[in-house]
């Protein structure tokens, strides 16, 4: 079967739409994960968004779920939505490489807490989706345009959801990676609170940095996959205990009240980028969205170093064991300059962490969410994960954040807002993206008419 | 390498380099230059933030 003759206008449904046909049977499990496997057969040699596919596992439990569909029995609001997660938390059975990263190569014996909670909700695990490689950049393209990125570091995730080869995928942030990459592919995310997502089971690549995001088409298939997979986790040590709130999407009657960051971020930006953004807060005020300046404290621009700090050092911690391994191999591995970050430096960090946060929490009592551009500027030639100043301080800060598509760039590119709200406030966050989501639209699958793969 | 009173970038960069040399040698660290440069910008900041006495580090 072929793209051509498969059931092809299933992979454009969102993920809410596809829950809710299989939920009736008014959609076969098999029929839909069809349409991904052949759409993804003929995308993959451009796109490369596989670290590990399996095609046979896909299928297989494709067809067992369409069974267990057919017979009435459904495992959850997710039941037959095949996802991708990226090569960094552990899917059982499947090799974890971290995309060739740090020498690791492995094949978990057990899910990542969140893999676990995707199954047991019905959810299909396809693959392992790149990340940037040790040595070099993903060969991941941007379904947009094969010449540019996607972004990373949550590259395949962002582009197989982008290409419309799956429906939803996992990617994770630790800097932007799962907010910028979506945003170059012309899809939403949602990176929650720093906690609220395990992450147990996900290679770590900074311990208090690091935030599991969910990656699909619109906010409502965020909230119908966050609803399943957030939440405590008694084996993740740092993560969040409230209990979980489930949270919808539903567009709110009252437009939002925004704050729209006008210092240090835009001067990051190129034009192209404060254009779109312009033209997207005009018809979020013309369809009744209060948008406001507002501007960040004197100073708030240490936010980047410290994350720079913070995320060195406790990269160089982390993986130290690993390059010592490689170096005990023989393999020449290139010197870091993060494991030189002095302790008093790691812990001044974290004071200043702390200080931006204090900075941060009461610009909350005069706007509801934070509006920044979701990138410095659309998505680059090359391979390169991308600027990621936009995002890196929502992570330093451990607040939620998420990313909707405004419109295209004169080059036809993808270019994305970013939001930010208090720490817990998914639900409210959700709910303003699918306001803004819907007052703007959402894009098109793209054109994906490419000249034969190599 | 001090905190207070704030250090300049070029400080942190002699500091660092001096570091990498005797770390990995004088040809490494060389190669390091445009790494230690971005590194020591940081520390130099970070250095130089007017934070509360009492301020405590935040891990979240």
Redesign the interface.
Known sequence: MTATDAPTALYSLTVTEAAAKIAVRELSVLDYNMAFIARTDELEPHIKAYAYLDRDGWLAEAKQLDEEAKAGKLRGPLHGIPFGIKDQFFVKGMPCTVSASWGVDFVPAADATLVARLREAGGIIAGTTYMPLRDGDPPTCNPWNLARTPGGSSSGSSAAVGARMLPAAIGESTGGSGIRPPSFCGVAALKPT??RISGKGMYVYSW?LDHPTVISQTMADIALIYNCIAGPDPLDE?GRTEPLEPVSAEVPATPPKIGRIVNYFPDLCQQVMLDQLDVAVAKLKDAGAEITDIMLPD?W??V???W??IM?AEQSTYHGRHTGALITSGADV?????????A??Y?????????L?DCVLPLFDQVDFLLTPAAVEEPPLGHGSGDNRMNSPWSAV?IPSLTFNIGLSPNGLPMGAQLAAPALQEDAILKVGAWCESVLGRLPTPDVTYPAAP | MRIYPPVTPEEAQAWLTAQAAAAWGEEAAAGLADDIAAMAEAMSVVSSVQLPDDLEPLFP
């Open positions: 720093f906690g208090t740092t100073g621009d240490a980047w170093p410290a720079k700090l060195g290139a010197p870091v300059i993060a494991d030189l970050v002095p008093t430096y812990l001044q960090a974290m004071r200043v962490r702390r200080w946060t451990g």
